[in-house]
């Protein structure tokens, strides 16, 4: 109901649509980035279990954000479709799809944080295990975390991709903006690949990681071209 209120806007469901973009990328960027960097010591589990302990309201702040960023996700995609799907409804439905099942995995992906989370908080959880197994489970269950990211990660990137495609195609928004943005994909995907193979090729992280930097630009582009100038939703090519 209100999202077809919100198409009768014109421009301004478009500006909505960058708001939500906006606000997706800071509050994700908090509970995605700075969150975990405040917690978790990459191979050090006394210590990511201390600092868990240490900053447990930040810990919460975090997995608040993660709810919000996925409910904002599905507003959102739901959102782009109707804004593009008149310049390609196959890459509109594959973007949408795939930006979906994104938000669902990010969804699955919150146990690994509950898990160490219920067992924080439980006394009969804490007295069951030694100091050293709590340690070790912690940082096991915020591991896997990192590999569910890396999961929603795969599906972000077809989405990333296809919406470039589509953006390139339409003719409305900037060229560059869609070419960037199907590099970036580029960039999520093979990212994902080369973490989850194991494979130990710096040349490849370099290249990976250098269309990662294009793909948050292109995001960052793509938001405040949505809020600034805006466009018609279902705009004809």
Known sequence: ???????????????????????????????IGYMPSVIIAEGNAVL???????NQELFRWGIAGDIVVMVLEIVLTVMLYHLFKSFSTTGMTIATYSR?????????NLINYMIPAIIMTQPDYLSA????ELES?????FKAHKYGELAWQI??????????????????????????MLLGGIGYAGDSFIQFTLMNSE?????FSSLLVLAVIAEFWFAF???????????KA
């Open 203 to 207: 040349i490849l992280s370099i290249l």
């Open 100 to 108: 979906l099942a994104m938000a669902i995995i990010m969804g699955v």
């Open 155 to 180: 599906f972000f990137a077809i989405h990333l991709f296809t919406l470039g495609y589509v953006i390139r195609k339409s003719r409305k928004t900037p060229k560059w903006l869609g070419i960037i």
């Open 225 to 235: 071209w949505l809020l600034i100038k805006g466009m018609n939703k279902e705009a």
């Open 137 to 141: 489970l912690t940082l096991l269950f």
């Open 1 to 31: 109901m209100i999202l077809s209120k919100l198409q009768t806007l014109g421009k301004a469901y478009s500006q909505i649509a960058g708001l939500l973009y906006l606000i997706i990328a800071i509050i994700g960027g908090f509970s």
């Open 129 to 132: 295990f030694s100091s050293s």
């Open 48 to 54: 990511t279990f201390q600092n868990l302990i240490d």
